[in-house]
Nanobody, 115 residues
Framework: QVQLVESGGGLVQAGGSLRLSCAAS????????MGWYRQAPGKQRALVAIIARGGATNYADSVKGRFTISRDNAKNTLYLQMNSLKPEDTAVYYC?????????WGQGTQVTVSS
């Protein structure tokens, strides 16, 4: 079992930056990929960025060039650096770790970008 705890969310003005963290604890074995998702009010949860075990990354088109996903394997922590934030980035952000056939989710952290 893996427990994930996100932090770093908050209120920021448009154009600002935030760095989200996702700390993992528990029985961590053979993680296939780690990702960040977000869910805005009235919308479905959507992928923001994902990093595979080998280090390959993929981003939603809406965040390319502004967000960077990274990890610190020694600290079992996943990060999302968010720059040039826009009001449309406002959402609850969730981290997820995938270990086939299981997926683990954090409780989410609110990011609010004011115009």
């Amino acid at each position: 079992q893996v427990q994930l705890v996100e932090s770093g969310g908050g209120l920021v003005q448009a154009g600002g930056s935030l760095r989200l963290s996702c700390a993992a604890s528990g029985s961590i074995f053979s993680i296939d990929a780690m990702g960040w998702y977000r869910q805005a009010p009235g919308k479905q949860r959507a992928l923001v960025a994902i990093i595979a075990r080998g280090g390959a990354t993929n981003y939603a088109d809406s965040v390319k060039g502004r967000f960077t996903i990274s990890r610190d394997n020694a600290k079992n922590t996943l990060y999302l650096q968010m720059n040039s934030l826009k009001p449309e980035d406002t959402a609850v952000y969730y981290c997820s770790w995938f270990s086939t056939p299981y997926s683990y989710w954090g409780q989410g952290t609110q990011v609010t970008v004011s115009s």
